[in-house]
């Protein structure tokens, strides 16, 4: 069992940053070969993904973010973090992480709020 732990979250203004950080339950072995994953959400949509780190390190994003948004983890901490840079109001969402492996784990998410 994997249990994930989202935190960073908060109140920023367009144009500032955040990094937010997810904290694994898993063994070392277990963690680093999850595919981790970014969602967020907002109220009446369905979740979307954000990017991605593969267990080498690779990294994927969806357009909006790219260029402002940086996926990276340490395997050593057990940890992932997204780095969100020139953040927009359409930013604002609710922030979970994700572990893909045999079976898929959920954090319980953090909220993002970007004023304008």
């Known amino acids: 069992q994997v249990q994930l732990v989202e935190s960073g979250g908060g109140l920023v203004q367009a144009g500032g940053s955040l990094r937010l950080s997810c904290a694994a339950s898993?063994?070392?072995?277990?963690?680093?070969?999850?595919?981790m994953d970014w969602y967020r959400q907002t109220p009446g949509k369905q979740r979307e993904l954000v990017g991605s780190?593969?267990?080498?390190?690779?990294?994927a994003y969806i357009d909006p973010v790219k260029g402002r948004f940086t996926i990276s983890r340490d395997n050593a901490k057990k940890m992932v973090y997204l780095q969100m840079n020139s953040l927009k109001p359409e930013d604002t969402a609710v922030y979970y992480c994700?572990?893909?492996?045999?079976?898929?784990?959920w954090g319980q998410g953090t909220q993002v709020t970007v004023s304008s």
């Open positions: 898993a063994s070392g072995s277990i963690f680093s070969i999850l595919t």
């Open positions: 780190i593969s267990a080498a390190g690779s990294t």
């Open positions: 994700s572990g893909r492996g045999v079976n898929t784990y």
